[in-house]
């Protein structure tokens, strides 16, 4: 069997404060988005871009994210590409979805220790 490999690390500021949920069974998930820039070729100038990202969490890196991630945080994250779709009025709408299994904070917190910012994996 061949090796394939599904990774993306994205450094950049968080949009939203994460949405937390419970699954079915109980698990946490949080859900949040995540700005990075790009430059872009325009005009012959360089026009500054910003892709939004939708990180999910899971479990402990959920409670991690309810607990210290909030808008305006720069952060580090690991993660795979998942893509699903679904339909809305009878359109099919394709999504891509960050499945984080690392996220560290880059941004300082006030009142916060390092040892409670640490890689979360």
């Known amino acids: 069997m061949s090796r394939s490999v599904n990774k993306i690390t994205l450094i950049g500021n968080v949009g939203r404060d994460p949405d937390m949920q419970r699954n079915k069974s109980g ?5 949040f988005s995540l700005a990075t820039n790009r430059r872009k070729p325009a005009d012959g100038e360089q026009e ?3 892709d939004w990202h939708r990180p999910t969490l899971w479990n402990r890196q959920a409670q991690f994210a309810e607990d210290y991630v ?3 945080d720069r ?3 690991e993660g795979r590409l998942e893509y699903e779709a679904y339909e809305r009025d009878g359109v099919t709408i394709p999504t891509a979805e960050i499945i984080v ?3 560290v904070m880059l941004s300082t ?3 916060v220790s390092d040892e ?3 890689e979360v994996a």
């Open 70 to 72: 909030r808008v305006g």
């Open 101 to 103: 299994h690392t996220v």
């Open 75 to 77: 952060i580090y994250i």
């Open 116 to 118: 409670e910012l640490e």
């Open 27 to 31: 698990t946490k998930v949080a859900h």
């Open 48 to 50: 500054e871009r910003t």
């Open 109 to 111: 917190k006030a009142g």
